[in-house]
């Protein structure tokens, strides 16, 4: 049997990258990075042209797992395009619950990043559309009358329920206030109620 074959040093500085900058935030430093990835400074800059390009490639990773995520999770709920939103806002507040939960990386990378043409700003923006189309695909197969503005509505109602989560650890599980306000989003709009379905309040 042959030992499984080491990454090289693009995919060591993406794991590395990955971790840290989600553990310490964006502004971990350089060496911290190379050093957790064993990777010469030269490959850092070979792959990714700086550091700042490896932390829009790890985005840009990240995105493609955490919307596989979010559509993993409506699918365990069933077709009920209702119950699949609900779900994963309960899913987020068992996430954002746990106690090595460190928060939301775009909405901390946007905040970290003052420079408005970091490309990481392009990658956060493409994963909140994504996400955002998402939410409204649902709210539209479920007859809501605005969609898109129950999107934008869900859309901060995650960042919000994930901030709290990182922010205020003492304020932990934000499930019951998340569950009902993502609730009255969801069936406000809906033409069969005219609000939160009686079962659920």
């Known amino acids: 049997m042959t030992a499984a074959a080491k990454p090289g040093p693009r995919e060591r500085l993406l794991l590395a990258a990955q971790e840290l900058t989600y553990t310490h935030g964006v502004g971990v430093g350089v060496d911290a990075l190379l050093k957790e990835a064993g990777a010469a400074r030269r490959s850092l800059y070979e792959h990714f ?65 003052t420079d408005p043409e970091h490309p990481a700003h392009e990658v956060t923006r493409g994963y909140r559309r994504a996400l955002h189309g998402l939410f409204a695909d649902e709210l539209t197969a479920l007859g809501h009358r605005r969609p898109a503005f129950a999107a934008d509505q869900l859309l901060l109602l995650v960042d919000g329920l994930l901030a709290t989560g990182a922010s205020r650890p003492e304020a932990r599980p934000p499930a019951a206030a998340s569950r009902e306000l993502a609730e009255y989003i969801v069936d406000s709009g809906t033409p069969s109620t005219d609000g939160p379905r009686a079962a659920d309040a």
């Open 49 to 113: 042209g700086g550091k700042d390009g490896l932390i829009a490639e790890v985005l840009r990773r990240t995105t493609a797992e955490d919307l596989a995520n979010y559509r993993a999770t409506m699918d365990t709920a069933g077709d009920d395009p209702r119950a699949r939103l609900l779900e994963v806002v309960d899913r987020l507040a068992r996430i954002a619950a746990a106690p090595d939960f460190h928060g939301c990386r775009y909405l901390a990378a946007d905040l970290a990043l």
